[in-house]
């Protein structure tokens, strides 16, 4: 939410709303960074992709909204998405 899709998010959300958005983006890294494997929602909703697409031949992953006033968040979910796969990240262990 660092690029030019931020400005706009926060100007149609409002900056109290954006705030706490970014808090959430922020909780959601953190317990991807710190989550056991077992537990960690990325790690396990990657690993369906995965399973989907290696054992069921998925071609396609959907995300679909379950209320119409979501179909306009698509460019933020993809910007949000972008900036989670491109922060770094300490190591993590499937250990842990």
Request: charged share 15%; net charge negative.
């Amino acid at each position: 939410m660092d690029s030019a899709i931020g400005l706009s998010t926060m100007i149609a959300i409002g900056p109290e709303s954006f705030r706490a958005m970014l808090a959430c983006f922020h909780a959601m890294y953190e317990h991807f960074c710190s989550a056991p494997f077992a537990q960690n929602l990325p790690v396990l909703m990657g690993m369906l992709t995965v399973w989907n697409s290696d054992f069921f031949n998925a071609q396609t992953v959907a995300v679909l909204p379950y209320d119409q006033n979501f179909n306009r968040c698509e460019p933020w979910r993809r910007e949000a998405v972008d900036a989670i796969l491109l922060k770094p990240c300490p190591v993590i262990s499937p250990t842990a």
